[in-house]
């Protein structure tokens, strides 16, 4: 069975 | 609809060396010190990002996601070709033509 599919994101943190 | 034409399907895409990288309860997160910025790839951007140790094609990348996960082939290329021009953008991953 299949994994259920996410969108992936950048997350960028400016430090 | 596919906008962004930074990155293509038949490009070969690896990992830019020197990045510090940790998994931190299953995401990942990355630190460049020159850059002054912290990144957080999550889960499924993780897993993406450790298919490109060795140089590997985003068509490839496409087919390996599509093998693992629930997702249509269009809508799986739009949302990895808009997060892999992220990561380019950012200077995170290099592409071997």
Do not use: H, R
């Not at chain 2, 957080?40 to 490109?52: P, R």
């Not at chain 2, 739009?78 to 997060?83: A, H, I, P, R």
Request: charged content about 25%; some cysteine; overall charge negative.
């Amino acid at each position: 069975m299949k994994k259920q599919w996410k969108s992936p994101m950048l997350e960028i943190l400016d430090i | 609809m596919i906008t962004n034409q930074k990155i293509s399907l038949s490009n070969k895409l690896s990992q830019v060396e020197g990045i510090i990288v940790s998994d931190m309860g299953g995401e990942k997160v990355m630190l460049s010190i020159a850059k002054g910025k912290y990144f957080n790839l999550g889960e499924m951007g993780g897993e993406i990002w450790d298919l490109m140790k060795e140089a590997i094609e985003v068509k490839q990348i496409i087919s390996v996601l599509e093998s693992i996960y629930q997702v249509d082939q269009e809508e799986c290329e739009e949302q990895v070709l808009t997060f892999l021009s992220q990561l380019f953008d950012q200077e995170l991953i290099k592409i071997n033509d």
